[in-house]
């Protein structure tokens, strides 16, 4: 009986799979013949598995449902088609969507028996009116899906060959009855990860916290907020008396409500709080009372005498807590939140501002270093000042924050114009001009030295590295430390934005949108297009649905609705010989994909939508259009922006630059208009390295504070960063590198 495999939910293997890399099964015996015709199912849609040898016959069961899962994450929800069979090989010598669409006109002038019931052309009559198939041109390009005709393109190529290249997804075959172990690390390490992690991360890693239970989570270890947030709000619901062990600080506990009421937990906004049942009330009082950090309710003061008259203090036993709001009430402490104090005294009194931030809130002097040190001027008194703040608050200043200020003084002012994203992923530009907040040489060297010395000193207090070899991957030079991961595209990459990954030898990359209204939408039109740029960023050609080719790009055709039955996808393929060719011909250096929302619900109204590219050897129409295996990346296409704009390729260095960025834009947007916009984007984006430490960067400081010998190759490291499951550290899969190294 000691042998039964464990029951294991499905969802949880789901999380194995997506967010480790792990295949789990039960122990017992292998077959060849079935581990052979296992290992061939797995690589028809682009798994290989790292140990083979692992494959038991009790896989086979599963085996299917893993295949239909990682060509769902990598985008076929369905058999897909193009529009035109002919794609990409059969590309009319002369189209013109304008002319087309007068000639239409002209067919549809004066004749009622092409209007519905509700006065509105028919799409039937549209396509008809659109059909100069007879001249040679694109037939009905720029239409409504034809379901019927959808319904037999999914048929012509469910019978195509696939193409002859890969693109691998590497997996490891892991027992059952290790992956409980297996998920609770990862647990831990995403609740201890220094930066935000992505929302479907964060679902998952609840629903883990839910499964497991958060009782050997060390609260202190938890250090980004949101992530404090999701395990007291968890602790929370289980029983209110697992908080005041977890020692939460009263930001915690107001964030806890803010979480609980669907307030934003940054604590910028005015939070709604819970009614509180008398247990409740206790148990919050209660860890009010055993805090060290009783104080801090007077940073947040009146956030704290909303909830005073809830939490009837007079009824429960706290003396320490019940003076503290006694004294809170008299305001006979400072009523003005830090900011405030803070601000109001960098005008008035700039060293005592400076003593405060390091003294009161260090994370702060950390954020706002190249602000004050702008501030600080030629002032030798005032740099003195600072430079000794800084010092004595380096070791309690976030080290995510260190090497944040730590770039931002090194790069001092050079890069502009600049690009933040908001939660959403919506772009926030900084339009200043390059050396606003410049300081002087002398001082900016100051400033690095005092900076490298605190994040040398917080790196070398996690442990030696003596008797490590290890080796750093040269392509994390390229590869940025995210910081905001929260809103990043969630698709089979995890990058930060800016981050350049290569993009492979391959003849041609196709470019994919699907998408699927809900039954009770009628019209919905997204328009995939590609923009080519100059090394300077200045569009110098495209292609779009008003252009469908340009000779180097091929555009399948425009739909311009999806409807439930079948959906709607568009390609656009770019052969990488003739790009190549532009390139040193005619200047190209840079090509931006974009989707564009030009009628209809927003992307995260539909019942679907994703994007995303393949790398294809064998692009003709006698080839499968869409082919999961060789997908490089797929995402969902979120929120209520109107333009998407996932990447650029770069033709020179043949690289990938994640720019994973959505623009405001009203309905009717065309990537001829909006190109400037694009652009500005884009070319922000691909400066944020300058700005930005690299994961090489990390793994450098590490392996200099800490020992250890470096190494020239993966074989030869016991430690090792690189982008796959093979490294200690995938820069891929970063919660394990946000919770171990920042």
Known sequence: MNNLTPTIPAWLRTVALDRLGLIAGPAGPATPAVATALLAELAHAGVRVANPGEVTDALATRVPAIVRHIRERRGQSDTFSPLFQGFPDKLPSFDSIWLRSLLASARLAGRNDVLGENGELTADALREALDFSDLGWWPA?????????????????????????????????????????????????????????????????????????????????????????????????????????????????????????????????????????????????NALEHSDRLGDIFRRRGLWLALDRGLHLGELTAPKAQEAFDRLRDSRHDSTSFAARFEARLISAYPNAIEMAAREAPGVLGRSLRRLAHLAGADPTRQTGLLCALKDA????????????????????????????????????????????????????????????????????????????????????????PDQLRSTAQGLVQAERGTRLPLGEAKVVRLFVHWRQRPDQHHSDLDLSCLALNANFVPVDWVSWTRLGNGIMTHSGDLTSAPNETGAQEFLDIDWTKARKQAEERGWRYLVPAVLRYAGPAFASLAEAHAGWMLRDACSSDRSTFDPATVVNAFALTGAQGMAVPMLVDLESREVLYVDAYLNANLGAMLERDAGRITAVVSAVAARSCTKVSIADLAHIHLMARGGTRVDTLQDATLSFGLDDDSTYNALRPEKLLADLL
């Open 394 to 481: 380096a070791g309690r200043i976030p080290l995510r924050v260190l090497l944040a200020a730590r770039a931002q003084i090194a790069d001092n002012g050079a890069t502009y114009p600049r690009v933040v994203f908001a939660k959403t992923g919506a772009v926030l530009p900084i339009d200043n001009q390059p050396g606003h907040l410049r300081v002087e040489d002398a001082f900016q060297q100051a400033l690095l030295a005092a900076l490298d010395e605190g994040i040398r000193a917080q790196v070398a207090a996690k442990g030696p590295w003596n008797g490590q070899r290890v080796f750093i991957d040269p392509k994390l030079e390229r590869v940025l430390l």
């Open 141 to 285: 390009s720029s239409v409504p899906q034809d379901i019927e005709r959808a319904w037999l393109g999914r048929t012509l190529e469910a019978v195509k060959p696939a193409d002859t290249r890969t693109e691998w997804v590497t997996l490891r075959v892991i027992t059952d009855n290790a992956l409980d172990a297996t998920l609770k690390t990862f647990m831990v390490d995403g609740f201890t990860s220094a930066a935000s992690l992505r929302e479907d991360v964060k679902a998952d890693l609840e629903r883990l916290a839910r499964h497991y239970g958060v009782a050997h989570i060390d609260a202190t270890q938890v250090r980004f907020r949101e992530t404090r947030t999701l395990l007291f709000r968890l602790a929370w619901e289980a029983d209110p008396k697992l908080i005041q062990p977890m020692q939460p600080t009263p930001d915690d506990l107001l964030r806890l409500f803010s979480a609980l009421t669907g307030s934003d937990v940054s604590l910028s906004e005015r939070v709604r709080f819970p009614r509180l049942s008398r247990a409740q009330r206790r148990a919050v009082v």
